[in-house]
């Protein structure tokens, strides 16, 4: 029973990076510390992810900068799976501009963290 929870964890995962790369393929969705941080100035970016093996600086940096301009923010995965979703290479943060894939993404990342609390 573990094994297979295990794999629906991953699955859920895996989910998350499979919207991410459809917003990247739709234009729905920007990467790299510069176009992120622009996009969450001109009041374009729905939800941001940073990834959590970004450097503090960084974190810090976009944590207070979400929190003044009101954005949503989510650590979550590795820069190498990051990239990898989105066709590029490494990349420490995204910013997604559309709104029905940003909650679409809250809503996969929110089940995935209920799946892999302890019960």
């Known amino acids: 029973m573990i094994t297979w929870r295990r794999s ?3 699955l859920k995962m895996n989910k998350v990076y499979s919207l991410l790369g459809l917003a990247a393929k739709s234009r729905n969705l920007v990467s790299g510390e510069f176009m992120t941080e622009k ?8 939800l941001v992810i940073v990834t959590d093996d970004a450097s503090d600086n960084t974190k810090k940096m976009f944590s207070n900068m979400c929190i003044h301009y ?3 923010l989510v650590i ?5 799976d990051l990239g990898h979703a989105i066709g590029r290479e490494q ?3 995204l910013a997604l501009t559309d ?3 940003a909650e679409t993404v ?5 089940e995935a963290k209920k ?3 302890v019960e």
């Open 8 to 10: 629906f964890i991953v």
């Open 39 to 46: 996009e969450i100035k001109d009041g374009k970016a729905v």
């Open 70 to 72: 009101d954005v949503p």
């Open 76 to 80: 979550y995965g590795t820069k190498a």
């Open 91 to 93: 990349r420490a943060s």
């Open 99 to 101: 709104k029905g894939f």
């Open 106 to 110: 809250k809503k996969q990342l929110t």
């Open 115 to 117: 799946d892999t609390e």
